[in-house]
C-alpha cells in the first residue's frame, strides 16, 4: 500500500497551516496566559529591548489591540522582582545565585498567595517554575519560626523528588537549611540516619514515606507546618491514592497545603478538596494541553523502516546541543543509545529498569554535558528540570496527548526557545492527529531531503547491526534474571516502567 494513503490526512490539510510567528531565540519572547491576561518578558538586557522597540519590522506581527497593550505590559513584567513579591534577601541572593532574575507567571502569582498564608491549587505547563513557586514561601516561613520537620514535598518519581531536594538546599544554602530525599530502591538505614538528624524539609516518594512512618522509631510528622504535593495528577495516575489517604490522615490539620499539577484531572478535584481548606486556585495553562510559546513543534512524516536513518540524520544536524529522544519502551530506549553511539554520537540512556544510582549518574552525564543525548523513556517526560534542552525528539508517539506535553515541555524551559520533531510514520497518522486536535493546532511539517538521509545508509545498517548485537550481549550478561515481574511493591512505585 503506497505511503500516499498515508499521508493523505496530513497532505489535504497542510494548505490550511496558520501557524504562529516563529519564536524569535535572539530577543524579549512575549508568552500570552490568558487566566491572567500578563505578558511575561525573557531575562534579556534593556539594550535588546531597546533595539527591538527601535526596530519594530523585525518583530513578529501582532494584532493591533496587542501593539497597543504592549508597552505598558512590557513595563510592568520588566520591573518585576523577587523582592517585588516580599521575598527576603537573602532568598532573592539565593535565586540570583541560580540564574533567575525575574519571576515566572506561576511564580508571580502563587507566592505572594503563599505568603498570605493561604491554600494554593497551582496549575501551569511543564517548565513554569512551579519548584520556586512553592519552595520559596516555606523556605522565608521557615526563617520566621525555625523547627524540624518544618515541611514535606510528596513527588511521584526517585528523580524528581531528587530535583526538589536540591532545589530547596540551592535556594537555602545561605540560611544553612537542612534537607532529606526519601525515596525508594535505596537501603532505608542511611535514610533512617538522615530523618533522625531532625531536617527541616522531607522531599519523598509516598510509598517510602509510609514506609518510615510505620517503621522508623520516633519519626512523626505531628507538628508538620506545610503539605506539598507536586505533579499531582501524576501521583494519582501512579495509584498512590491509598497511601495518599493513610500519610494524610497522620498530619496535622493545621497546616498550609499547596498542590501543583500540570492538568486538573476528576482524581486531583477529589484530592484537594480531601486535603486543602478554602483553596485559591492560580491557573497560568488556557487548557489542559498547553504548551508554551517558546516551543517550536514539527513533525516530519517517514516510512518506518527508516526511522533510524532519519534520526541519525537530525541528531548530526544538531550535534552538541543538548537533545532528549523519547521512545516507547526500554528495549527501544537501549537499542538507540547504542546505535547512535556506534554513529560516533554521544548518546546514554535512562528507563525504569536501571537501578537508582545508575539514572542519576545518567542524568548527571547528561546535565554536565559529558552526554548531549539523552535517550529516554517516559521516566524523564514528568517534572524533571534539565536546563538548556535544545531538542525533544519524539522517535516513538506517546499514545496520549498529555504525555506529549510532558516530553515537549523538556524544552523551551524558563523562556527560553526550543523544538520539538515528532517522527511520524505511515502506522502514525491516526495518533498524530489526534494529538494535533488535543493541541487545537496543526504542527508544520520538518523539511527533510530523503535523499540526503539516505547517503549514511549503509552506516546506519551497520550501526544497526551492532545495536542488535550489544543487546544480545546484555540479555546473555543478565542470564535471565528477574524474569518474573509481579505486582510492584511500595518500594517500587516511584519506579517507573518505561
Known amino acids: 500500500m503506497s505511503q500516499e494513503k498515508y499521508m493523505a490526512p496530513i497532505k489535504k490539510r497542510k494548505l490550511n497551516h496558520n501557524m504562529p510567528p516563529r519564536p524569535r531565540s535572539d530577543g524579549p519572547v512575549r508568552v500570552k496566559h490568558n487566566a491572567l491576561e500578563k505578558v511575561t518578558i525573557d531575562n534579556s538586557t534593556s539594550e535588546t529591548l531597546t533595539q527591538e522597540e527601535e526596530s519594530p519590522k523585525k518583530q513578529d506581527v501582532e494584532s493591533p489591540e496587542e501593539q497597543d497593550e504592549e508597552p505598558h505590559q512590557k513595563q510592568d513584567a520588566?520591573?518585576?522582582?523577587f523582592a517585588d513579591l516580599g521575598i527576603i534577601d537573602s532568598l532573592v541572593d539565593g535565586c540570583t545565585a541560580l540564574g533567575w532574575k525575574n519571576p515566572t507567571p506561576i511564580q508571580s502569582e502563587a507566592i505572594p498567595a503563599a505568603l498570605s498564608g493561604r491554600d494554593l491549587i497551582g496549575l501551569a505547563e511543564t517548565g513554569s517554575g512551579k519548584t520556586a513557586a512553592f519552595a520559596l514561601p516555606i523556605l522565608q516561613s521557615l526563617m520566621d519560626k525555625p523547627q524540624s520537620f518544618f515541611a514535606l514535598v510528596?513527588?511521584?518519581t526517585r528523580e524528581l523528588a531528587f530535583q526538589i531536594s536540591q532545589q530547596f538546599e540551592a535556594l537555602g544554602a545561605l540560611i544553612n537549611v537542612k534537607?532529606?530525599?526519601i525515596f525508594g530502591g535505596m537501603d532505608m538505614v542511611p535514610q533512617q540516619v538522615a530523618l533522625g538528624k531532625k531536617p527541616h524539609i522531607i522531599v519523598a516518594s509516598p510509598g517510602r514515606l509510609l514506609d518510615h512512618l510505620e517503621n522508623t522509631k520516633g519519626f512523626s510528622l505531628k507538628y508538620l507546618k506545610y503539605l506539598v504535593m507536586d505533579e499531582a495528577d501524576r501521583l494519582l495516575d501512579l495509584d498512590f491514592g491509598p497511601i495518599l489517604d493513610k500519610i494524610l490522615k497522620v498530619l496535622p490539620r493545621e497546616r498550609r497545603t499547596y498542590l501543583f499539577?500540570?492538568?486538573m484531572s476528576s482524581k486531583v478535584e477529589s484530592l484537594q478538596r480531601a486535603s486543602l481548606t478554602d483553596p485559591l486556585r492560580i491557573s497560568i495553562s488556557s487548557s489542559s494541553h498547553q504548551t508554551v510559546a517558546t516551543l517550536l513543534q514539527t513533525y516530519c512524516f517517514l516510512p518506518h523502516k527508516f526511522k533510524d536513518h532519519y534520526l541519525a540524520f537530525v541528531m548530526r544536524e544538531y550535534t552538541g546541543h543538548p537533545a532528549i529522544i523519547f521512545t516507547r519502551t526500554v528495549l527501544e530506549a537501549q537499542r538507540i543509545a547504542h546505535l547512535l553511539r556506534l554513529l560516533g554520537l554521544s548518546a546514554i540512556p535512562i528507563h525504569g529498569q536501571l537501578r537508582q544510582s545508575e539514572r542519576l549518574g545518567a542524568?548527571?552525564?547528561?546535565?554536565?554535558?559529558?552526554r548531549t543525548i539523552l535517550v529516554a523513556t517516559d521516566v524523564a517526560a514528568r517534572g524533571l528540570d534539565i536546563p538548556s534542552?535544545?531538542?525533544?525528539?519524539?522517535f516513538d508517539l506517546p499514545d496520549d496527548s498529555k504525555t506529549y506535553v510532558h516530553r515537549v515541555g523538556r524544552t523551551a524551559r524558563a523562556g527560553k526557545s526550543g523544538k520539538a520533531i515528532s517522527f511520524v510514520s505511515q502506522y502514525d497518522v491516526e495518533l498524530f492527529l489526534r494529538t494535533e486536535r488535543a493541541l487545537g493546532r496543526k504542527l508544520e511539517e520538518e523539511?527533510?531531503?530523503r535523499d540526503e538521509v539516505m547517503v549514511s545508509a549503509d552506516q546506519v545498517a551497520e550501526a544497526q547491526r551492532g545495536a542488535i548485537r550489544k543487546l544480545k550481549e546484555e540479555a546473555e550478561k543478565r542470564g535471565g534474571k528477574g524474569g518474573k515481574r509481579g505486582k510492584r511493591g511500595r518500594d517500587d512505585m516511584d519506579r517507573e516502567e518505561g
Not at 389 to 394: E, F, G, K, P, Q
Open 154 to 156: 510528596l513527588a511521584p
Open 261 to 263: 499539577s500540570a492538568t
Open 363 to 370: 542524568l548527571n552525564k547528561f546535565r554536565s554535558g559529558a
Open 389 to 394: 534542552v535544545d531538542l525533544v525528539v519524539n
Open 179 to 181: 534537607c532529606a530525599c
Open 78 to 81: 520588566v520591573q518585576k522582582t
Open 447 to 449: 523539511q527533510i531531503v
